[in-house]
């Protein structure tokens, strides 16, 4: 169903009935949205924008990082709902099985569902900016850790990917996606949201 929303209550495509139909049953509601990935190991939110209720569904997430990225066309739950996404870390593994239930424990209870302790988190914010194409190369930085202008972030044999300005790697993997690398982001101050 991800990358199906809006959707289409009408449409002949599954995925495309159900995620309309989630839309209407969620609205108004907040909503935390698992995923795990192939890029990093790290427990991190993603939105599409930032404004107050998505960024209090990632503090009740406990996520250490924010990332938002403003592409409706995507068609993630977060372009079109109060939700946020929490990424738990990656496919298949253990540790994200494992994440994914510390994150949603931590929300129910921060958010007054359950009655356990939890913590909230004041994650750091990076705005998405750019799309890397190039799914061919080997990507060969670490995700939100800085590439300074100079350094090599990617490879396909002798070819190099170099970046021409400072970023951080968000969603960047060998392995994550069919048709891009991932992207580019700039760490943000709280204070700039």
Same mark, same amino acid.
């Given at each position: 169903m991800n990358r199906n929303f809006p959707g289409d209550k009408d449409s002949n495509k599954h995925e495309e009935r159900i995620a309309a139909e989630l839309l209407e049953q969620i609205k108004g509601m907040k909503? $935390? =949205?698992l995923h795990s990935?192939?890029?990093t190991d790290k427990i991190f939110a993603a939105s599409s =924008?930032? =404004?107050q209720k998505k960024l209090e569904i990632a503090r009740s997430s406990c996520a250490s990082v924010l990332t938002y990225h403003e592409n409706p066309e995507i068609g993630t739950i977060n372009s079109f709902a109060n939700a946020t996404t929490v990424e738990c870390g990656l496919q298949g593994s253990k540790q994200a099985k494992e994440n994914a239930y510390s994150? $949603? *424990?931590n929300f129910l209870a921060a958010e007054g569902l359950i009655d356990e302790d939890y913590s909230r988190s004041d994650p750091e914010l990076f705005e998405v900016y750019e799309t890397v194409e190039k799914p061919e190369y080997d990507f060969v930085a670490e995700n939100f850790? *800085?590439?300074?202008k100079g350094d090599v972030y990617a490879k396909n044999g002798d070819t190099q990917l170099v970046a021409e300005k400072d970023f951080y790697p968000v969603l960047m993997s060998s392995t994550g996606y069919e048709d891009i690398l991932g992207y580019k982001a700039r760490k943000v101050s709280e204070d700039s949201s």
């Open positions: 909503t $935390l =949205d990935t192939n890029s =924008d930032i =404004d994150v $949603l *424990k850790e *800085k590439v300074e």
